[in-house]
């Protein structure tokens, strides 16, 4: 069965405070490794895929690495508009349509 | 611009009463998915379809039914048997199993 485990499950960031959020997993022929953003009583937002071991994505703040077992979104300077539950899934080979997501973490950064 | 749309935002039914979630895409995506998200739990999928006139159950299908008769639509049902259905309900849609999740804005379901 696949799994995947976020920690920590909340973080407190002042502003500007760098930080990095962990994406454990076990799988069963990694086809990719997707990161999102959701912000409250929205419905999550697309941010990166990984394919492979070495891989890394930026966007603005946000660089997402990739190894065998476990993923980091590291938040560089963070500023409150980052504030929001930050989930990660993978997606197993084999034409299998349904990915497995964590539970997610919820990133709070103060100004 | 294209995208999932689900309505309505908010929806407040009265125990016993079944309940109709809506989601239309315009994306032309084949699959599409149901999720229910209650907090500390994460996502969890009720419904699946992979092609129009075709649907699986998800991890917690107990006391939903879905139908999939056009690609762009797959309307959720809450009925009376579901026990527990106030919650966030999302749905989402994809283009390949290589592709990440479309998601829309949710709707939020009351029961009392």
């Known amino acids: 069965e696949d799994q995947v485990t976020q920690s920590p499950e909340a973080l407190r960031l002042q502003e500007g405070e760098s930080s990095s959020l962990n994406c454990s997993y076990t799988?069963?022929?990694?086809?990719?490794l997707f990161w999102y953003r959701q912000d409250p009583g929205k419905g999550p937002e697309f941010l990166f895929t990984l394919y492979s071991a070495g891989e890394e994505k930026e966007k603005e703040r946000l660089k997402a690495t990739l190894t065998k077992k476990e993923s980091f979104l590291h938040i560089t300077a963070p500023k409150p508009e980052d504030s929001a539950t930050y989930l990660c899934a993978v997606q197993r080979g084999g034409g299998s349509y349904i990915p497995t997501f964590g539970r997610g973490t919820s990133l709070i950064v103060h100004p | 611009d294209g995208g999932i749309t689900q309505s309505p935002k908010y929806l407040f039914r009265k125990e016993g009463q079944n309940v109709t979630l809506s989601c239309e895409q315009n994306l032309n995506h084949d699959a599409m998915y149901w999720y229910r998200q209650d907090p500390g739990q994460g996502l969890r999928l009720i419904y699946y379809?992979?092609?129009?006139?075709?649907?699986q159950k998800g991890d917690i299908a107990e006391g939903y039914s879905v139908s999939r008769e056009k690609k762009e639509s797959f309307p959720l049902t809450v009925t009376s048997a579901q026990k527990n259905p106030t919650a966030f309900y999302l749905c989402?849609?994809?283009?390949?199993?290589?592709?990440?999740?479309?998601f829309g804005n949710g709707t939020r379901l009351t029961v009392t």
């Open positions: 799988v069963s022929g990694l086809r990719g």
């Open positions: 379809s992979q092609i129009v006139n075709d649907f």
């Open positions: 989402a849609s994809s283009g390949d199993a290589d592709s990440p999740l479309h």
